[in-house]
């Protein structure tokens, strides 16, 4: 994505279970509109955690003694005052919260629902000024997916300069490290994308690269450069796809795909003397997509031990029912019978 310097360009990506969900579409903004005052549950003034991506967060949540990845609630209160007095209600308006999540397990959700604990998903507020009260906005904001990223929400018609104080409420571990407001300019107008196909792909063993914290704050990160030779892992068994080139598989998204498991990695290369020209004072930005499923490992995953039954771009959910498979065409047969044929069982105890 090519765009002038001091306009910022971002996909729209969020991890929600309901609608709407994020779409992937570029969202662009030349201004950041940050809060001028930020107050967490206990009306502490958290204001310096939210003005920069810098790993010290809004809140140091009270985490839950025995429920991976629950907290007590947790409250963000944000204020942008007058900053918001040049946004009317139905000027384009989208909410950047950069964050991560500490994810439960399903046998947390199994625990928790044995104890009676409901996990709550990220809300948002804003503060009724004739009423003298909060009125709830957006019922499922969504979360940042994994480890640190910028999430997005759309708040046209929800913020602006008469709604310019919001609260966002979760009981899930997540910490918030900045957050801020981004008028939306002309896509169009602001970008020039061009697509990129890999040249080549290398699917091999590598490792895990060790994890490590350069601050002694969390998440800890990944050092590639320190590769661990094993990790206490189980084995998913089935079957998977054979080392060495696989660029083929990554063409298109056709339900013929690399299937590689803990360890490994696909080693993708681009060619970037195809781009054109940058224009005097534009800047370059990538973007990677991907179309794919990763499957958990756990006792109330579906299916969790084993690479089958297949995912697929057409299926109603996973598990699917005996009413749906996996294609069954001529060529996906081929594809399983010549890419697949790295047969991968645990060990014998």
């Given at each position: 994505m090519d765009h002038p310097d001091?306009?910022?360009?971002?996909?729209?990506?969020?991890?929600?279970?309901?609608?709407?969900?994020?779409?992937?579409?570029?969202?662009?903004?030349?201004?950041?509109?940050?809060?001028?005052?930020?107050?967490?549950?206990?009306?502490?003034?958290?204001?310096?955690?939210v003005l920069a991506s810098d790993r010290f967060y809004s809140e140091d949540p009270a985490l839950h003694p025995r429920l991976t990845g629950a907290i007590a609630e947790s409250t963000l209160e944000l204020d942008f005052s007058d900053r918001l007095d040049g946004v009317s209600p139905g000027d384009p308006l989208v909410l950047y919260l950069d964050g991560w999540i500490e994810y439960g397990y399903t046998r947390t959700s199994v625990a928790a629902a044995g104890e009676g604990f409901e996990y709550a998903v990220p809300t948002l507020d804003v503060w009724d000024a004739a009423a003298g009260q909060w009125r709830r906005a957006v019922a499922n904001l969504g979360y940042p997916a994994g480890f640190p990223r910028v999430m997005t929400y759309d708040v046209t018609g929800v913020l602006s300069r008469e709604t310019p104080r919001v609260r966002i409420r979760t009981n899930l571990e997540i910490y918030w490290d900045r957050v801020w407001l981004g008028p939306q300019i002309d896509v169009a107008a602001n970008t020039r994308t061009t697509v990129l196909s890999p040249v080549a792909a290398d699917l091999r063993w590598v490792g895990y690269p060790r994890e490590h914290s350069p601050d002694g704050r969390h998440p800890r990160i990944y050092d590639y450069g320190t590769?661990?030779?094993?990790?206490?892992?189980?084995?998913?068994?089935?079957?998977?796809?054979?080392?060495?080139?696989?660029?083929?598989?990554?063409?298109?998204?056709?339900?013929?795909?690399?299937?590689?498991?803990?360890?490994?990695?696909?080693?993708?290369?681009?060619?970037p003397s195809s781009l054109p020209a940058l224009p005097d004072g534009w800047v370059r930005s990538y973007v990677l997509r991907f179309t794919g499923w990763c499957k958990g490992q756990e006792l109330y995953i579906a299916h969790g031990f084993t690479v089958e039954p297949l995912p697929f771009l057409g299926?109603?959910?996973?598990?699917?029912?005996?009413?749906?498979?996996?294609?069954?065409?001529?060529?996906?047969?081929?594809?399983?019978a010549t890419w697949n044929t790295r047969r991968i069982r645990p060990p014998v105890r």
């Open positions: 001091g306009v910022n360009v971002d996909p729209d990506e969020r991890f929600t279970g309901e609608r709407p969900f994020a779409d992937g579409r570029l969202l662009a903004h030349d201004a950041r509109i940050d809060p001028v005052a930020a107050r967490d549950g206990r009306g502490r003034d958290v204001l310096r955690h590769i661990d030779p094993s990790m206490p892992w189980k084995t998913v068994e089935g079957d998977y796809t054979r080392f060495g080139d696989v660029r083929p598989l990554l063409e298109d998204a056709d339900d013929m795909y690399v299937i590689y498991g803990k360890g490994e990695e696909i080693d993708v290369r681009f060619d299926m109603s959910g996973y598990p699917y029912g005996d009413d749906e498979s996996y294609p069954d065409t001529p060529e996906h047969r081929a594809y399983r």
